[in-house]
């Protein structure tokens, strides 16, 4: 995996707000396949962070290239466009509409067969039986099935997932994960999670940030050794 380019590849990112240095020379390589966790203690700046990737915050200083493209400057829809996916940290479904309308909806540039994408996203995650139900009426963790769904529309080289466990019970976390290493067989999976369990399950890589910072990168088993990380976040 080394030796191929990596489909996204981030180098001296920064973004301060005020005094705040959120993310402050983050560099950062994701495979064009495989789950890549994000971790950190709160406020470390990873949400920050993959606003930069996905475009819904602009870099101060930095590079990011995708898919051997330097996007740093195209807006969040354009780098949809090219194949990033982004669901966020809490639920953004329109709690009016069908679940399929949902998923038509996040699919913006309606080429192709958008009906058709949209059935076989919630057939991926198992919300094909739901298609007609209003979102609204969803549970909770079917509402996050559904945002990724919408994800999955999008056919995306690149699934962001922004804290998608929180607030799942724990029959639905392994449902979660399951479907997750299923995306990232063909698909690069950037999650940020803060279910240890659910990280060191999943991961095949893992950067830890710390005061917008790279505090350590690597397999879930060097991280999970790594003094600086124990010492700083694993709190072992
Ligand atoms: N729009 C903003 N204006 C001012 N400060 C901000 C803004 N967004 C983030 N910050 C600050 O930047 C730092 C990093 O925040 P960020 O949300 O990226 O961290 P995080 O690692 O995602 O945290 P959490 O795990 O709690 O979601 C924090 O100190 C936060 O208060």
């Given at each position: 995996?080394?030796?191929?380019?990596?489909?996204?590849?981030?180098?001296?990112?920064?973004?301060?707000f005020?005094?705040?240095?959120?993310?402050?020379?983050?560099?950062?390589?994701?495979?064009?396949?495989?789950?890549?966790?994000?971790?950190?203690?709160?406020?470390?700046?990873?949400?920050?962070?993959?606003?930069?990737?996905?475009?819904?915050?602009?870099?101060?200083?930095?590079?990011?290239e995708?898919?051997?493209?330097?996007?740093?400057?195209?807006?969040?829809?354009?780098?949809?466009?090219?194949?990033i996916?982004?669901?966020?940290?809490?639920?953004?479904?329109?709690?009016?509409?069908?679940?399929?309308?949902?998923?038509?909806?996040?699919v913006?540039?309606?080429?192709?067969?958008?009906?058709?994408?949209?059935?076989?996203?919630?057939?991926?995650?198992?919300?094909?039986?739901?298609?007609?139900?209003?979102?609204?009426?969803?549970?909770?963790?079917?509402?996050?099935?559904?945002?990724?769904?919408?994800?999955?529309?999008?056919?995306?080289?690149?699934?962001?997932?922004?804290?998608?466990?929180?607030?799942?019970?724990?029959?639905e976390?392994?449902?979660?994960?399951?479907?997750?290493?299923d995306?990232?067989?063909?698909?690069?999976?950037?999650?940020?999670?803060?279910?240890?369990?659910v990280?060191?399950?999943?991961?095949?890589?893992?950067t830890?940030?710390?005061?917008?910072?790279?505090?350590?990168?690597?397999?879930?088993?060097?991280?999970?050794?790594?003094?600086?990380?124990?010492a700083?976040?694993?709190?072992?």
């Amino acid at each position: 995996m080394a030796a191929l380019t990596p489909l996204l590849k981030a180098r001296g990112l920064k973004r301060h707000f005020g005094g705040v240095k959120a993310v402050d020379g983050v560099g950062l390589d994701l495979g064009p396949t495989g789950v890549h966790a994000l971790i950190g203690p709160n406020g470390a700046g990873k949400s920050t962070l993959v606003g930069l990737l996905s475009g819904r915050i602009t870099a101060d200083a930095g590079i990011i290239e995708f898919a051997g493209r330097d996007i740093t400057r195209l807006p969040a829809h354009a780098r949809v466009r090219l194949g990033i996916a982004y669901t966020f940290q809490v639920t953004s479904i329109y709690p009016r509409l069908s679940v399929e309308d949902n998923v038509t909806l996040a699919v913006r540039h309606p080429s192709g067969d958008v009906t058709t994408a949209a059935r076989a996203a919630l057939a991926r995650v198992g919300l094909d039986i739901h298609a007609r139900q209003i979102a609204g009426d969803l549970s909770y963790g079917h509402q996050r099935l559904l945002e990724l769904a919408m994800g999955l529309a999008l056919t995306p080289r690149l699934l962001i997932l922004d804290e998608p466990t929180q607030g799942l019970a724990a029959g639905e976390i392994a449902g979660f994960s399951a479907l997750v290493r299923d995306v990232a067989r063909d698909a690069s999976v950037l999650l940020i999670e803060h279910n240890m369990d659910v990280v060191m399950d999943l991961a095949d890589r893992i950067t830890v940030l710390d005061f917008g910072r790279v505090l350590a990168s690597g397999t879930p088993d060097a991280i999970r050794k790594d003094r600086a990380v124990q010492a700083a976040y694993l709190g072992a």
